[in-house]
């Protein structure tokens, strides 16, 4: 075979390609060709001079060239994990299907878009950290406790539920879908200035009936620009100041440098045990004993007391282990104390348990990664879906302007309770799937 009469395709050259050709130039330019007597080099060893190359790598080339024997090479086996590109109509299936929930408003969660595709004969992996094996026993767990707060056929909560979350909601906020690529390109989370959101929903049986009523709790939402800063004797004033007065004192004095990302840099476990003190005392007030339900934030698990870490001194970590009465070998070196801390350590109750047990509330995490849980997501979506269809929004206050009145005209009782049920329909089809792992 005349090796010397193949030719490429038409493929656009790699840089190690590149490269090759440069080496291949420069030498037969006079810049190395001169320097061995080319008689004493073996062949293999001047290509590889030329091209720049290992020579065991020219001999691997020209053997599995002479071995096949079609002008061809042995293909690269995929290193990684391989790259699949999904059907086309499964592509089209899933768009079709999020536009059109869009459009009426309809609440997508896994478990729908599951029982969706095996319709049309597809199977939709859940997400890996969502069905780790120790999130799907929390997962059990927390189904269980709140299972047991419902009575009757219609699943009437004996103990009014209560359902509170964080949210953010940027200026140029939109409702485009970003896993749909734009012209190649998909879009990436808004970054920008954004408005904080704290609030909180509440269930409750109507009366004597069976009949389920629900509301936003009173005075509970509380909208502000993470920037805001509290009035001061000299400088110049904050524009629009007066109409940020009601933001808390605790957020306007938290002293914390703004995040314009992640909503969640924006807050604090002062800020949020502030918020939480006062909604725990109008649910006492206006409810009674409650169940509240919240995801597993760092600044909701604040502990009462710190935990020994690596960092912390031997005799203060045993120090610590007398105090909570766990007992151990005096010849035990200071990893195993950590470890002994480490399973203890629920000993040491959260801030806002204890703040709830106050006023006679429970408290329930939520499952990591299992927003489909939470109702109170539903509410996030209706308010700041005003906002995208208003925009755009010439500044902050108009925006949170516009979320006020959309959770005062939009979220009524009929759409708390309908989100509340549906959260409740996904907590049962994950505890029945559950039972069959």
């Not at 030719?7 to 001169?34: Q, W």
């Not at 400088?235 to 938290?254: F, L, M, S, T």
């Not at 969640?264 to 007030?285: P, Y």
Request: neutral net charge; glycine residues 6%.
């Amino acid at each position: 075979m005349d090796i010397s009469s193949t030719k490429r395709s038409g493929a656009p050259l790699t840089d190690n390609e590149k490269l090759m050709v440069i080496n291949v130039y420069n030498y037969f330019s006079g810049a190395n060709s001169k320097k061995e007597d080319h008689q004493k080099v073996t062949l293999r060893k001047h290509v590889a001079e030329v091209l720049g190359i290992g020579e065991c790598t020219v001999a691997r080339v020209v053997s599995d060239w002479k071995s096949r024997g079609d002008n061809t090479f042995t293909p690269h086996k995929t290193l990684g994990r391989p790259k699949l590109q999904p059907d086309e109509n499964l592509s089209e299936i899933l768009r079709t299907k999020i536009l059109n929930a869009n459009k009426t408003a309809e609440q997508l969660s896994t478990h729908t878009l599951q029982q969706f595709l095996a319709e049309k004969g597809y199977d939709l992996s859940r997400n890996l950290l969502h069905e780790s094996p120790n999130n799907v026993a929390f997962r059990s767990r927390y189904l269980r406790f709140r299972f047991a707060n419902l009575e009757g056929q219609n699943d009437v909560p004996s103990r009014p539920e209560v359902f509170l979350d964080e949210s953010y909601c940027h200026l140029h906020h939109n409702t485009r879908n970003t896993w749909v690529p734009h012209h190649g390109v998909v879009l990436a989370p808004g970054h920008g200035p954004l408005v904080v959101i704290f609030g909180a929903i509440i269930v409750f049986r109507n009366g004597s009936s069976n009949k389920l009523d629900g509301e936003l709790v009173p005075n509970s939402v509380h909208i502000w620009d993470p920037t805001i800063k509290p009035p001061s004797n000299r400088g110049r004033r904050r524009n629009n100041a007066e109409e940020w007065n009601d933001i808390p004192d605790v957020v306007k004095e938290a002293n914390i440098v703004p995040n314009q990302i992640d909503y969640h840099g924006n807050f604090t476990a002062e800020i949020f045990e502030n918020l939480f003190s006062t909604l725990c005392k109008t649910l006492q007030e206006k409810y009674g004993s409650v169940c509240i339900h919240m995801d597993g934030a760092s600044y909701h698990k604040r502990r009462v007391e710190s935990i020994p870490t690596s960092s912390t001194k031997k005799q203060e970590i045993i120090d610590w282990l007398h105090a909570h009465n766990i007992a151990f070998s005096d010849e035990l070196r200071k990893p195993e104390l950590l470890e002994l801390v480490r399973m203890n350590k629920e000993k040491v109750p959260f801030a806002c348990v204890k703040i709830a047990e106050q006023y006679e509330h429970e408290i329930n995490f939520t499952p990591p990664y299992h927003c489909e849980l939470q109702p109170i997501e539903g509410v996030w979506s209706v308010v700041k879906g005003e906002v995208a269809r208003s925009g755009p929004h010439p500044n902050l206050l108009s925006v949170r302007n516009t979320l006020l009145n959309a959770f005062k005209e939009k979220i009524s009782s009929k759409v708390i309770v309908g989100l509340w049920r549906r959260a409740l329909k996904n907590a049962k089809e994950y505890f029945e799937s559950d039972e069959n792992i």
